[in-house]
């Protein structure tokens, strides 16, 4: 059974940065994972911010191009999320998913910005 498990989130101010992580455990078949960043604002439906697959190649959503890079150590069996020039409209709890098999989420790290 793999476990996720984000962490980083917080409460930052307009333009300001956040990098949030997501740690697997329970396989050592994480290589093989492909791995994405989801958010969901309250009232709003949970939508993809990006995505990462086992080969590196990434895509992202249209609303965080520019400003998020997704990056993965498939060392440390860990995915990132490196939030730049973050706005109001980022606010939301962001989960990490892991596809091989079968798709495993984590359990959330709220972002909140805010002045």
């Known amino acids: 059974q793999v476990q996720l498990v984000e962490s980083g989130g917080g409460l930052v101010q307009p333009g300001g940065s956040l990098r949030l992580s997501c740690a697997a455990s329970g396989s050592i078949r994480f290589r093989f994972f492909a791995m994405s960043w989801h958010r969901q604002a309250p009232g709003k439906q949970r939508e993809l911010v990006a995505a990462?697959?086992?080969?590196?190649?990434?895509n992202y959503a249209d609303s965080v191009k520019g400003r998020f890079t997704i990056s993965r150590d498939n060392g440390k069996y860990t995915m990132y999320l490196q939030m730049n020039t973050l706005k109001p409209e980022d606010t939301a709890v962001y989960y990490c998913n892991a596809v091989e098999t079968q798709s495993y989420w984590g359990q959330g790290t709220q972002v909140t910005v805010s002045s």
């Open positions: 990462i697959d086992n080969s590196g190649n990434t």
